[in-house]
T-cell receptor, first 113, second 112 residues
Framework: DGGITQSPKYLFRKEGQNVTLSCEQN?????MYWYRQDPGQGLRLIYY???????QKGDIAEGYSVSREKKESFPLTVTSAQKNPTAFYLC????????????FGPGTRLTVL | QKEVEQNSGPLSVPEGAIASLNCTYS??????FFWYRQYSGKSPELIMF????GDKEDGRFTAQLNKASQYVSLLIRDSQPSDSATYLC????????????FGRGTSLIVHP
């Protein structure tokens, strides 16, 4: 059963903590993306990756970090430097960067306590 | 900054009517256009993509692209309450980055 999985579904973070959001895909897609969505807002790109061991900053990368050690996995770390991390985080993948559609995971809702 | 604009709505239509959702974009060289549906609390799911001027139909959905006027529309025929959601327009701009720019979405409410 192919698709994109994200975990956890809900995540609570205390001030000053780093947390890591998981994203895994078994679609054999080269490109993977992380977006942030705030209420009433569109999707804002945090980071993206075209191939293993390579990734690029998006529009709002400050306070976030990623890795791409495997084709299937693209975890996102929300660091303590991110001052307003409460949001809905979406991971997506695509078979060719930009020339094909993006498929989204179910999302992780992060709340700072 | 390459922009994608959508009316936030809500757009309210009666069941069985045609819902018309519009999206304008600033980059004249944009090549690929996508419509996603997002239910409250859920992730976006692809409805349609369109690359060429004109209409593209898929069931009750029709995407319309007019590159000269820089707009793309989504028509939903025979609207159902289950169509109530936010519809996101995404555009891949020119310039070679191939990263889509998303609009903020239009909230659609189909009332019985």
């Amino acid at each position: 059963d192919g698709g994109i999985t994200q975990s956890p579904k809900y995540l609570f973070r205390k001030e000053g903590q780093n947390v890591t959001l998981s994203c895994e895909q078994n679609l054999n897609h080269d490109a993977m993306y992380w977006y942030r969505q705030d209420p009433g807002q569109g999707l804002r790109l945090i980071y993206y990756s075209q191939i293993v061991n390579d990734f690029q900053k998006g529009d709002i990368a400050e306070g976030y970090s990623v890795s791409r050690e495997k084709k299937e996995s693209f975890p996102l770390t929300v660091t303590s430097a991110q001052k307003n991390p409460t949001a809905f985080y979406l991971c997506a993948s695509g078979s060719r960067l930009g020339t094909d559609t993006q498929y989204f995971g179910p999302g992780t809702r992060l709340t700072v306590l | 900054q390459k922009e994608v604009e959508q009316n936030s709505g809500p757009l309210s239509v009666p069941e069985g009517a045609i819902a018309s959702l519009n999206c304008t974009y600033s980059d004249r060289g944009s090549q690929s256009f996508f419509w996603y549906r997002q239910y409250s609390g859920k992730s976006p799911e692809l409805i349609m993509f369109i690359y060429s001027n004109g209409d593209k139909e898929d069931g009750r959905f029709t995407a319309q692209l007019n590159k000269a006027s820089q707009y793309v529309s989504l028509l939903i025929r025979d609207s159902q309450p289950s169509d109530s959601a936010t519809y996101l327009c995404a555009v891949i701009p020119s310039g070679g980055s191939y990263i889509p720019t998303f609009g903020r979405g239009t909230s659609l409410i189909v009332h019985p």
